[in-house]
């Protein structure tokens, strides 16, 4: 494969490399356990790529400590609570690289990574995005929230070819000039609404067969309940179009982490080898869809006080 690199001319980097083609913002909150697997495999995955990693972190542990130990990964800290999307759109801001990724330091890309992420970035891809894998013996609220993020990512079921849905910002690559014509929102880079930029620009997301990420950990579960409100909040925020939309969301929020727990049943029970940690994260997993609908009503309510001020 040919990677897209720098003109002839290109001056070299503070380090005496040629400028990097690829920057990858891993986003890190208390990911002091696992932040080093995340790197490394970063570097193996990119070792043939000229790569710019950047780790934007908001955590109250060491993390920042550990990411100082890496040779060629900047860091960049921001006060703790920050959430991944604001995260994502500082190391975006400093990043300085034709194709961006976004990461987070809880997993750790699959070395085929780099080959086949950047081999999909066509022209006519705004987005490029691989399936997630779960490791074997995570506890049950690490399962819990693996499944209830990315049981539509799942190793075994993500089809390479054009997505009429979503990739998983999490394990993404975008091409730089395609986000900045694109803009990003305000208050972070929350992908849902960066991919509804890029489809109107008429470009097509992807997924990518072998780009694929294993989530290793998981934010402690009060991070997690917070963050699955919030980002419940934003999307409902983002769904409530008209009057009756916002009705029908408030509605339908007390049905919403039954819905959510059987849509993802579907998904992972097809896969045998999961069924045994869907069946121990079924408790964290309910507690997590309980969060994301309270927040998606709380958007939709929002939404309605925003339209009516």
């Known amino acids: 494969m040919t990677l897209p690199g720098p003109s002839a001319g290109t001056p070299p980097d503070c380090a005496g490399n040629t400028e990097p ?19 490394a495999a970063w570097h193996r995955a990119t070792a043939h790529i000229p790569t710019d990693i950047v780790v934007v972190d908001a955590s109250t542990d060491r993390t920042i400590d550990r990411v100082a130990a890496f040779p060629g990964v900047r860091a960049i800290a921001v006060a703790p609570g920050a959430l991944v999307p604001a995260l994502w759109a500082r190391g975006l801001e400093s990043s300085r690289s034709r194709f961006v990724a976004f990461a987070i330091g809880q997993c750790e890309v699959t070395a085929p990574w780099g080959d086949r992420m950047m081999a999909a970035m066509t022209p006519a891809v705004g987005g490029a995005g691989g399936a997630f894998a779960l490791r074997s013996g995570s506890r049950p609220s690490v399962a819990g929230w693996f499944f209830l993020r990315y049981s539509n990512y799942l190793e075994g079921r993500w089809t390479a070819g054009p997505v009429a849905g979503e990739i998983a910002g999490d394990n993404a690559l975008y091409r730089r000039s ?4 694109a803009g990003t929102p305000a208050d972070g880079f929350w992908e849902i609404e960066v991919h509804r930029r890029l489809r109107r620009a008429g470009l097509t997301l992807v997924a990518v067969d072998g780009g694929t990420t294993v989530v290793i950990d998981a934010p402690a579960p009060g991070r997690v309940l917070r963050e699955r409100f ?8 983002y769904r409530a179009t008209s009057g009756a939309m916002r009705l029908r969301l408030i509605a339908a929020a007390p049905l919403v982490p039954a819905l959510l727990v059987a849509r993802i049943a579907r998904r992972v029970w097809p896969a045998a080898g999961y069924r045994p940690a869907f069946v121990r994260a079924l408790p964290w997993l309910c507690l997590f869809a309980a969060a994301w609908a309270l927040g998606e009503a ?12």
């Open 178 to 181: 395609d986000l900045s014509a």
């Open 298 to 309: 709380a958007g939709a309510c929002r939404q309605a006080a925003v339209r009516t001020a």
């Open 21 to 39: 083609v690829l920057s990858v913002v891993v986003a890190t909150v208390n990911a002091e356990r696992t932040i080093d697997r995340c790197l």
């Open 230 to 237: 919030v980002h419940g909040r934003h999307f409902g925020a």
